[in-house]
């Protein structure tokens, strides 16, 4: 699955062509201009990555938390293969804790590595 994520959204986390690929489908607008703010905003968003992969890239849904992002994961098990999305690249800012997700909404902790734009 993470070969299919990288063909569709790129794996080059310093490419900002990808990060621009990913904001189009997670509707962010504007897009951002610096790989840093697009990493940012990337980030705030909660979706489900078996849909990002393979579902229709008009109809993604978007959850207003990690939160709500679990229970859809859960109810649908939808689950995108953990090893899978072990390693780093334009994937790590999608990564969410859907087994014990965080309370709050899009804008909880953002990890130091993509604050720092790594």
């Given at each position: 699955?993470?070969?299919?994520?990288?063909?569709?959204?790129?794996?080059?986390?310093?490419?900002?062509?990808?990060?621009?690929?990913?904001?189009?489908?997670?509707?962010?607008?504007p897009v951002p201009n610096t790989l840093?703010?697009?990493?940012?905003?990337?980030?705030?968003?909660?979706?489900?990555?078996?849909?990002?992969?393979?579902?229709s890239r008009e109809d993604i849904q978007?959850?207003?938390?990690?939160?709500?992002?679990?229970?859809?994961?859960?109810?649908?098990?939808?689950?995108?293969?953990?090893?899978?999305?072990?390693?780093?690249?334009?994937?790590?800012?999608?990564?969410?804790?859907?087994?014990?997700?965080?309370?709050?909404?899009?804008?909880?902790r953002i990890s130091r590595s993509v604050?720092?734009?790594?």
């Amino acid at each position: 699955m993470k070969q299919e994520f990288d063909a569709l959204y790129g794996s080059d986390e310093h490419d900002i062509n990808n990060w621009h690929k990913l904001c189009h489908i997670l509707r962010i607008d504007p897009v951002p201009n610096t790989l840093k703010e697009c990493r940012l905003a990337v980030f705030r968003k909660h979706v489900n990555l078996v849909d990002l992969v393979e579902g229709s890239r008009e109809d993604i849904q978007i959850f207003k938390s990690e939160k709500k992002l679990s229970e859809y994961t859960r109810r649908t098990e939808k689950f995108f293969p953990k090893e899978d999305a072990a390693d780093g690249g334009v994937l790590r800012a999608l990564r969410r804790h859907i087994l014990a997700p965080r309370d709050g909404h899009s804008k909880g902790r953002i990890s130091r590595s993509v604050k720092d734009g790594r």
